[in-house]
């Protein structure tokens, strides 16, 4: 499966978990995907110039009615934990995060990022899981933006290049 039809997976994926806002910065790794945002009538792209921004027009969209997803990597995932801490944890605020997992085993670049990155959630309380398997895609999408909106609490899908 080449990477458009990939990122058609996850965009359809959000659609059917009622995913209705996505906001995002600009990354290489996903660019497939945020070209698709920026064409779809039925989700609301909201590119913005760094994550912790993000995580205030999810929060914003979140409290007017919208189920919200940010994107990025891992990288701005660091950027973000101010945010995620002061406004998303603290008033619970369900966002599902797509990070795109830079660093992970069979990524050369970014290998540092790649060891913090579980750590990391795991320190701010942030469920996550790893997708791997292309198949799975649109099923752990539902899974995480169903355990966002149960725990009123950010769910991470850490994507592997596999996935994307």
């Known amino acids: 499966m080449s990477s458009p039809e990939r990122s058609r997976q996850i965009l359809a994926g959000l659609k059917e978990a009622g995913i209705n806002l996505v906001t995002s910065v600009p990354d290489i790794n996903l660019l497939d995907l945020i070209n698709l945002l920026y064409e779809d009538k039925d989700v609301t792209h ?4 760094r994550e912790e921004e993000g995580i205030g027009v999810c929060t914003g969209a979140y409290l007017g009615g919208r189920r919200v997803a940010m994107l990025m990597q891992n990288g701005g995932l660091m950027n973000s934990c101010n945010g995620l801490t002061t406004t998303a944890l ?9 990070v795109y997992y830079a660093g992970d085993m069979g990524d050369n670049a970014f290998h540092m990022l790649g060891l913090v990155t579980e750590p990391v959630l795991d320190g701010l309380g ?22 966002a909106e149960a725990s009123k609490r950010p769910v991470a899908l850490l994507l592997t290049r596999a996935v994307l």
């Open 90 to 98: 603290q008033f619970g605020i369900p966002i599902l995060l797509l």
């Open 126 to 147: 942030i469920k996550y899981t790893v997708l791997r398997e292309p198949a799975k895609v649109k099923e752990q999408i539902a899974a995480a933006a169903t355990a």
């Open 46 to 49: 909201m590119p913005v110039g």
